[in-house]
């Protein structure tokens, strides 16, 4: 089954606890995002790889980190800084002419 | 700073009544205007590329097109399953991530 595979699904993290999200694809593209979504806001860019071992900050990385050590993985790591985590978070791959998206992870404070 | 408006917000159409969704867009040399349809609480379904002024695309009863300006997603005949939120995004020579608008969410009735 080809494409971008997020998990988990679901997402509980408590209060000062660092998360990580899994980002997986096999669609042999370089470049990967992250988004956040919420209601009413649209999608925002937290941060991007064009490739291997190299990342870049996007509008609001404030309290997220990322690694970039293999083509097909780009982990996000929500970390206890980022004051409101609540939120659907996105991955993302580009290749050519097209963007592809896998099925998000809905993270909640608890 | 590339910005992308979608207008309406919301729209309801009967099952059978065509229409459009607008994608206004400001950009520093577009590399590509991409449409997406997202389900509720799913990734976004990647539906289009355009890239140039004049150029069209078709999708069943989805048909994109592309002025300097704007983006039009036309849907004719619209059917109860076309129900989604259609997202536009944009991808100029400043950035190297999609910048999106809010998304137009669209109710068909039967």
């Known amino acids: 089954d080809g494409g971008i595979t997020q998990s988990p699904k679901y997402l509980f993290r408590k209060e ?4 990580t999200l899994s980002c997986e694809q096999n669609l042999n593209h370089d470049a990967m995002y992250w ?3 919420d209601p009413g806001q649209g999608l925002r860019l937290i941060y ?3 490739i291997v071992n190299d990342f870049q900050k996007g509008d609001i990385a404030e309290g997220y980190s990322v690694s970039r050590e293999k083509k097909e993985s780009f982990p996000l790591t ?7 985590p609540t939120a659907f978070y996105l991955c993302a791959t580009k290749g050519g002419t097209e ?3 896998g099925q998000g992870t809905r993270l909640t404070v608890v | 700073e590339d910005q992308v408006t979608q207008s309406p917000e919301a729209l309801r159409l009967q099952e059978g009544e065509s229409s459009s969704l607008n994608c206004s867009y400001t950009v520093s040399g577009l590399r590509g205007l991409f449409w997406y349809r997202q389900d509720p609480g799913k990734g976004p379904e990647f539906l289009f590329t355009l890239y140039s002024a004049g150029e069209e695309k078709e999708k069943e009863r989805l048909k994109a097109t592309l002025t300097k300006k704007e983006s039009f997603l036309h849907i004719t005949a619209p059917k109860p399953e076309d129900s989604a939120t259609y997202l536009c995004a944009v991808l100029g020579n400043s950035g190297y991530a999609l910048n999106f608008g809010k998304g137009t969410s669209l109710l068909v009735t039967p």
Do not use: L
């Open chain 1, 16 to 19: 000062g606890q660092n998360v």
């Open chain 1, 35 to 37: 988004y956040r979504q």
């Open chain 1, 48 to 50: 991007y790889s064009q």
């Open chain 1, 78 to 84: 929500v970390t206890s800084a980022q004051k409101n």
């Open chain 1, 99 to 101: 963007a592809f998206f």
